[in-house]
């Protein structure tokens, strides 16, 4: 229990240290380059030209929030809001078509070409890029959309409704792939096992053993798979959100650089930490330390 | 295993391919990267798939597939660099932990405060903050390596660790194998297949945050500001004509020109290219790692290595990388054109002759274009003097004094009694013409009194204020334009005139299109024809503060002290003129002379080119002092004699700027025909340590910096089109001519072989059927 409760200690503190360092650095750091503007369209912006005191002109930069026209804190419980939607999504489909795919490609595995097939295609869908995936899927809308004739989905902007599909298929390819990843090998070893084969001989049902011995084993690593994938998502969570105008707390943190604004880009960076510490410790503490340890 | 499992020999077949397109990638293209389609008919850039190219255009008009394949080595190896150097990393601070608690704790905690902060943020600051116009790849490199490290470490110290602890560990210790022995014989194997996984992970997120850079729009490498609407017949409405590009083309650049949300429905290509290439390599890295991993999960690598199979592999790759290294390149046999002619660079004295030895043929019956002109120019700067107050001219800093010569002034040192003519406003000047009822200058100032009436400014020296703003209760009407002001006072028989412009400062010192100074058009416009006239000098009101202070006159709180800026019907000025005599001695002293000069140009052509074949033309400027000393001129004369019998379409001049250079080349440019030419490149003051390269026309900057670099040649990359203030002695007859000036930086040093070699092998590739140069 005590290793548990050390884990858990350690996220609050790795938080902090990186609040800390951030806080310290990025202000400095950000009088090193000069403004740019992210894209037409995105309300970020160093355009603006300022009037010194002295005379002179200096390139001037809006903060993030003013470039939404509302407040810091508005704007930024708003974007958390709509960041942990997508994360909330990609969790789920990630358990859901992750592990069942997993499950699916360990039981085929008598019939290599199957399973290495799903395990192949996994591997390599978790390679391609979010950003990509996203570009493609807009297109592939767009195209459809056309060749009906009609609206198929809204390609970016952001809504609690059929605005997420997009957004969310595109950042949870990564998790979906790894924890069907995951859950294969694991299945495999546990249908490896000795139990299994004593099972087996024994003549017991083959969906009893699987539902009864082994996916009790699988579980624990459905957690890990979930905690890994996700921080694959919310690395890319800035990307996605940049090319689906979602405005989350990933694409404000990008137009915080490039509008300078430091205490928008560290609030945004604690919430990522905060998160990404979150799910290391989770994966963390529901890996098994040593093949039924106990 | 009843089967054999595929992805072992997937994963190689995609480790060949990889190797391939890094290797072979830019000398397979169709074309280079450096060959852009400004035009094509009407059609929009970036043109549409198959229309140009089979893959389309990007912005700027080069073929994606081209520029893609052009990109390959560039980006691979960066992200193979970034990958390799996060698992090094990775792997030593593993095994360094595994040996000491200490290195473990603090690694550990490090690695934990590393992993925690998305990477994708902290490489875009690292890149913004370290990437400046001119860097290395290696930036990039250390970004991916601080950001990456701690996912190899925690998976690789946790292998290590168990490793460590199994039984044949202890077993090999205890039969007194040495640690080294362990570690190479018995954990190294254990660990290639997790090497393996790692290395391509890495390598991939190497790849997606070189691309999410691009998409955020920040470049990786060197990159220039290249804008090609110079070099357009007409420039359609709405198609962007400038576009960042990364040098070498490099695979992040291309996405970041092609991100914007319209072009999911307009130019989707211009994002789908590049992006398929990103995926692509993405997949192939991973089935790299797949393919090892799936190997060497139940195999020893050393059994591998050891067989036949490791040495054919390796040979095929070293064979790959030879040939590589053995195809030449294209157009090789230019650099053999670049080394003759730096070869053949020699001082001559008389260009004429030496055009004649070397066999050119003359144009147009002679090799001289000879005038005679004269001008009369300013000799020093200009001075104005009252009492002990003196202003004069100055080469720096806003404008504030201005000597004027133009057609109704004149240059000369006047001492004469000084008056104040105030705005210089005389209703008779302006005669009231109201439009559709709005009032003119003329009807608001027709009942006020006149300035000239107050005071007679013949023979005497006068200050006149310019009156920026007229108004009428709320109506505002704009003041007389400085030079028709002007020679309103020119006409009244001054000695000299004081002329006081708040716009003077803002005015720059060398106009451009987009800031002109209207001053220097007037003097280009109506030049000059006395020597000896009235002389006119322009002051700021800062600068008339200074020079009037002993007549207790200061401008800049008279111009302070108007309501609004406007002089309105509602001052004192509509009904008394403030013009009064001074009673003060003041000199004015604009030094002018009439230069003359005979010029002397000489033109030669190389013969036997084919007829109607669109000329290049090398225009080496002679220096206006002595002729024959100057760098150019000598470059000239060597490629006159390499180039005499080589049957290219190239034109050699030496051109004589003194005095009226647009006069002068204008004169050559009707002996050469304008119409028939390519290019023109511009060789001025080959001194220096490094060859600068500059031109408005942006197509031909990344050509230019090829071929100064394949020549060999010392040179700064060029990192952007030049504007509107893009000039050379004689550009005028020449401006719908693509052309590039090529100088050294000033300072010591001969850089007459570097400009020499780059023009040779510019002429080789011609010679040899370079598509970018004729057009």
């Known amino acids: 229990m005590s290793r548990v409760a050390a884990r858990l200690l350690r996220v609050p503190l790795v938080v902090l240290v990186v609040w800390g360092l951030l806080a310290a650095a990025s202000p400095l750091v950000m009088t090193l380059y000069p403004g740019y503007t992210l894209r037409y369209g995105v309300g970020s912006g160093c355009g603006g030209i300022q009037r010194l005191p002295n005379g002179g002109f200096a390139a001037f930069c809006q903060t993030v929030a003013q470039a939404h026209h509302t407040t810091f804190a508005a704007l930024m419980v708003d974007a958390a809001f709509r960041s942990l939607a997508l994360l909330a999504g990609a969790a789920l489909l990630a358990l859901v078509v992750g592990g069942l795919l997993g499950i699916a490609a360990a039981l085929l595995r008598r019939r290599a070409l199957a399973s290495g097939a799903v395990i192949g295609v996994t591997s390599l869908l978790a390679a391609v890029p979010s950003f990509f995936v996203a570009y493609f899927l807009q297109i592939a809308v767009i195209v459809l959309g056309a060749g009906g004739g009609g609206h198929l989905l809204p390609v970016f902007g952001f809504g609690y409704d059929e605005h997420l599909v997009l957004p969310l298929l595109s950042i949870s390819v990564p998790a979906i792939a790894y924890t069907a990843q995951l859950t294969a090998t694991r299945m495999n070893d546990v249908l490896d096992a000795d139990f299994v084969t004593t099972a087996n001989a024994k003549g017991l049902l083959g969906s009893w053993i699987v539902r ?44 915080a650089i490039a509008s300078k604004d430091a205490p928008a880009f560290v609030f945004c960076a604690v919430v990522l930490v905060s998160v990404f510490a979150l799910l290391s410790a989770a994966a963390d503490l529901s890996r098994p330390r040593a093949l039924f340890a106990r | ?40 008919g009407r059609d929009p850039r970036p043109y549409d798939p198959g229309l140009v190219f089979p893959f389309g255009s990007d912005v700027l008009g080069r073929d994606l597939f081209s520029v893609v394949l052009a990109g390959a080595r560039t980006t691979l190896g960066i992200v193979v660099l970034g990958g390799l150097a996060r698992v090094a990393a990775g792997l030593v601070l593993a095994v360094a932990a595994s040996l000491s608690p200490g290195v473990r704790a603090t690694a550990d905690a490090i690695s934990e405060i590393v992993a925690a902060v998305p990477a994708t943020l902290v490489v875009l600051l690292v890149v913004l903050v370290f990437v400046r116009g001119e860097t290395t790849f290696l930036v990039f490199v250390g970004a991916l390596l601080v950001t990456g490290w701690a996912g190899p470490y925690r998976v690789l110290r946790a292998e290590v660790d168990r490793l460590g602890h199994m039984a044949f560990t202890e077993s090999a210790a205890a039969i007194g194998a040495s640690r080294l022995r362990v570690a190479a014989r018995h954990h190294l194997p254990h660990l290639v297949p997790m090497l393996a996984v790692n290395l391509s992970q890495q390598t991939v997120a190497s790849l997606v945050a070189l691309a999410e850079l691009g998409v955020l729009g920040v470049f990786v490498g060197t990159y220039r500001h290249i804008s090609v609407g110079a070099s357009m017949s007409f420039v359609p409405v709405g198609i962007r004509a400038d576009a960042f590009i990364a040098d070498p083309p490099e695979w992040g650049g291309l996405l970041a020109n092609g991100r914007d949300p319209e072009a999911l429905w307009t130019t989707r290509w211009v994002f789908l290219v590049p992006g398929v290439a990103f995926a692509l390599a993405s997949v192939l890295v991973a089935a790299v790692g797949l393919g090892l991993a799936r190997r060497y999960a139940r195999r020893n690598l050393l059994d591998d290595l050891r067989g036949r199979g490791a040495a054919a592999l390796s040979v095929a790759a070293i064979v790959l990388v030879v040939v590589a290294a053995l195809v030449p390149e294209r157009y090789a046999e230019a650099r053999a054109w670049a080394a003759d002619a730096r070869a053949s660079v020699a001082h001559v004295d008389d260009l004429e002759r030496s055009f004649a030895a070397a066999g050119l043929a003359a144009v147009g019956g002679s090799y001289t274009v000879e005038r005679d002109v004269e001008r009369i120019a300013q000799t020093a700067p ?124 803002r005015f720059p010192r060398v106009p451009t299109r987009t800031f002109p100074n209207p001053y220097t058009r007037l003097v280009t416009a109506r030049p000059v024809e006395r020597v000896d006239g009235p002389p006119v ?143 023109v490149v511009v060789l001025d003051g080959l001194t220096g340590r490094r060859l600068h ?83």
């Open chain 2, 1 to 40: 295993m009843a089967r054999r499992d595929p992805w072992p020999f997937i994963g190689l077949v995609a480790f060949f391919a990889l190797l391939f397109v890094a290797l072979f990638g830019e000398r397979l293209a169709p074309h280079e990267s450096i060959y852009f389609v400004v035009e094509h």
């Open chain 1, 212 to 255: 009864v011995h082994v996916l009790p084993h699988v579980r624990p690593v459905l957690l890990e798979a979930l905690g890994s994938g996700l921080r694959v998502s919310v690395a890319s969570l800035p990307i996605i959100e940049v090319l689906f105008s979602w405005n989350g707390i990933g694409a404000l943190a990008v137009e």
């Open chain 2, 693 to 775: 390269v500059s031109t408005r026309n942006g197509d031909l900057i990344p050509a230019l910096d090829l071929y100064a670099e394949r020549a060999g040649a010392r040179h700064a990359p060029t990192l952007g089109t030049a504007g509107d203030s893009f000039e050379w002695p004689g550009i005028r007859p020449f401006l719908d001519v693509r052309s590039v000036l090529i100088t050294g930086d000033t300072g010591a040093g001969d850089l007459r072989g570097d400009a020499a070699a780059t023009v040779g092998y510019l002429v080789g590739r011609l010679a040899l059927g370079a598509e970018e140069v004729p057009r």
């Open chain 2, 537 to 679: 000098i322009v002051l700021s009101p800062a600068a008339a503060d200074r020079l009037l202070a002993p007549a207790g006159i200061r401008p800049s709180e008279i111009y302070g002290a108007l309501p609004g800026g406007d002089i309105s019907t509602a001052t004192d000025y509509a009904k008394h003129s403030a013009a009064r005599v001074l009673g003060l001695r003041a000199e004015v002293s604009v030094p002018a002379a009439i230069e003359r000069a005979h010029v002397r140009s000489v033109v030669g052509a190389v013969p036997g080119a084919p007829r109607g074949a669109r000329r290049v033309v090398v225009w080496a400027v002679l220096p206006t002092g002595e002729p024959g000393s100057a760098g150019a001129a000598d470059v000239v004369a060597g490629l006159a004699r390499m180039l005499a019998r080589r049957a290219v379409p190239v034109t050699l001049v030496a051109f004589d700027p003194a005095i009226d250079p647009d006069g002068n080349a204008a004169l050559v440019a009707d002996r050469l025909g304008a119409g028939s030419l390519s290019l």
């Open chain 2, 382 to 505: 200009a001075t104005a003097r009252v009492g002990d107050a003196a202003v004069s001219e100055s080469s720096s800093g806003p404008l504030d004094v201005l000597a004027l010569l133009f057609r109704d002034s004149g240059g000369g040192r006047v001492e004469a009694p000084l008056v104040f003519a105030s705005w210089g406003l005389s209703p008779s000047d302006h005669r009231p013409a109201p439009i559709l009822g709005f009032p003119d200058l003329g009807t608001v100032i027709a009942d006020w009194p006149d300035d000239y009436g107050a005071v007679d400014v013949r023979g005497k020296i006068a200050v006149v204020l310019r009156p920026l703003r007229v108004s009428i209760g709320r109506r505002v009407v704009a003041g007389p334009d400085a030079d028709t002001h002007i020679s309103d006072v020119l006409k009244r028989g001054p000695a000299a005139v004081i002329y006081v412009d708040p716009d003077l400062p």
